[in-house]
């Protein structure tokens, strides 16, 4: 079989189908096919944000969103100007979707559910007679004289525009490379923080909701919640810190030490109020009544580590007991020995050299009529709604380069 289409996009994912669905309404006369090398489509937003599918971030700034990219902060500044989160709101609500803000920023369908997103983007293919072909691993695309041709398991197509949209695939980077574009060696981003620690073990779920940490020995740091898990260390913080470190983090073979300040206050100033709390809780048992807002299971780790016993009074402790304290509420050290990934969804920070891209088109600098959109290219971001936001921006402004 030796089909032709007018665009051909690899990759059924989020990226692609919006891309798609953009190309279509801006020209309802072109031909277009989505290959997908399963028989499933749809699957990172099925299970994005816990099954809610974590839409985009109640960022409307372009300038200000471009700070959650670790890779691709300079090149989206523009894009942004063109198709940001507000649009992303009036895009869905355009197709029958109403989002909703929650308080830490982040954007839902209303529903609650990522089956309205997949619902709402399988509804538009099939009214645009877009193609959407399973069971089409790609082993091979090419140019002969003006058009692509794309050589799958079972089949060749042929079009004259190639969108390539698959995500972190290495089989699609191999083939990019073949053709000419430098592929930024891909390495995990967005996970957590594995350490066995006295202080956090056995009290999994415990969050502390404003955490100052930092890598020491870097220049990496973050401010965000702090969540004690069954393996370490997760939530905002340690996921920001994971994700703008992730090539330093990957070389130290994830084997470093993080400073953590729980209280947002420095040594000093904390040593000066638990000084303070001596005079004006003498009588009181320092590890039953919890101080600066610190969760009680947390709080009595601290004391334990201090080495301040259940029984001591606040008036018995000793200076060098204060100073302990004051370290463990301000600069506990721990020790990060390996990464888990976080929930289900796996980011990696790598891909497509962005130096090799047009970002008014998203469009190669290589090859004339090769397009790229999502996590193809070395472009990331923290959780809470921002590669999501990436693609629809990206997809958008394929659509236009097409149309045009």
């Not at 997103?117 to 877009?130: L, N, P, R, W, Y």
């Not at 807002?293 to 008036?315: F, N, Y």
């Amino acid at each position: 079989m030796n089909t032709t289409f007018d665009v051909i996009i690899i990759g059924a994912g989020a990226a692609g189908f919006f891309t798609a669905i953009n190309i279509a309404e801006q020209n309802p006369d072109l031909k277009i096919a989505i290959l997908e090398r399963g028989n499933s489509i749809l699957q990172k937003v099925k299970i994005s944000g816990g099954g809610r599918c974590n839409v985009t971030h109640a960022c409307f700034d372009p300038k200000e969103l471009t700070q959650y990219y670790p890779r691709g902060e300079k090149e989206l500044l523009g894009p942004f100007h063109q198709f940001c989160c507000g649009d992303t709101f009036e895009w869905f609500d355009n197709h029958g979707v109403p989002l909703k803000i929650e308080d830490d920023g982040r954007v839902f369908p209303e529903s609650n559910t990522s089956q309205t997103i997949i619902d709402c983007f399988s509804t538009e293919v099939k009214k645009h007679q877009i193609e959407v072909l399973q069971n089409q691993g790609v082993l091979d695309f090419f140019k002969t004289n003006n058009d692509w041709e794309v050589v799958t398991k079972s089949d060749r197509f042929k079009a004259n525009k190639l969108v390539v949209a698959g995500g972190s695939s290495p089989k699609l980077w191999k083939l990019l490379s073949k053709i000419g574009h430098k592929i930024v060696t891909p390495v995990p981003s967005l996970f957590t923080f594995n350490s066995i620690d006295d202080r956090i073990k056995d009290i999994p779920g415990v969050v502390v909701h404003n955490a100052n940490v930092k890598v020491i020995g870097s220049s990496l740091e973050s401010s965000g919640p702090l969540l004690t898990t069954h393996w370490g260390l997760s939530a905002p913080s340690i996921l920001k810190l994971s994700a703008f470190g992730a090539r330093e983090l990957y070389e130290k073979n994830y084997q470093f030490d993080i400073e953590v300040n729980f209280i947002q206050m420095d040594t000093g100033d904390c040593l000066e109020e638990l000084k303070s709390l001596k005079q004006n809780l003498a009588k009181n048992l320092v590890y039953k009544y919890t101080q600066f807002d610190v969760p009680k299971r947390l709080w009595q780790k601290l004391v334990c580590a201090a080495s301040i016993s259940e029984i001591t009074r606040w008036a018995d402790l000793t200076k060098q007991q204060l100073e302990a304290m004051a370290k463990q509420l301000s600069a506990a050290v721990f020790q990060i020995d390996g990464k888990s990934t976080f929930k289900e969804e796996f980011v990696t920070a790598g891909g497509v050299d962005l130096k090799d891209v047009n970002f008014k088109r998203f469009e190669s600098k290589l090859h004339d009529n090769l397009f790229f959109a999502g996590e193809v290219l070395n472009i990331d971001a923290v959780t809470g709604g921002f590669n999501f936001q990436n693609a629809w921006t990206g997809g958008f402004l394929v659509a236009k380069a097409i149309t045009q």
